[in-house]
């Protein structure tokens, strides 16, 4: 048990530079929902960097949730509801699976080629890492824009914590 708890204090599920980026850049999208806003000044507002920035962009324009107009009143534009856009979905969008590892993946599965359990009707691992996933996927699922804005105006009460009242 305790080597299956130290490798578990080990795994690092830490979101990607793409992923803080895009969230960075939706705060902004978020904030000025309806009117467009240009590359340069999400990149000045939340220091990202402009080219990385436009990759970013165009991941969230094909999986339409932004769009882009051109022109001098031109920019990108949120196009989905703050509240209809969940952080896990964007997450997904620009990192792919929040499994920790592809086998328990709900939205990309593989199995796993060579772990020892892969052929067996139980694996350790499986188990854990599906609660992680779960865990990971309670919490982004259930987290909109307009969740993550309300939080950044001094919002006390996640939606997390929201869900667990309903219960």
Known sequence: MYSLFTDLVNISVKLSKKSEYGLRALIE???NYGRPITRQ???ERQNVPVVFL???LLRLKHAGVVASTRGAQGGYALIKPPSKVTLGHVIR???GPLAPIGCVSKTAYHKCMDCP???KAHCPLQHVMGGVRNAIADI???YSLEDFISGMKGSRRSPVHRMTARR
């Open 29 to 31: 999208l978020t904030q």
């Open 41 to 43: 000044q999400i990149g």
């Open 54 to 56: 436009e990759h970013i």
């Open 93 to 95: 969008i620009l990192d």
């Open 117 to 119: 359990y892969a052929a």
């Open 140 to 142: 982004l699922d259930n």
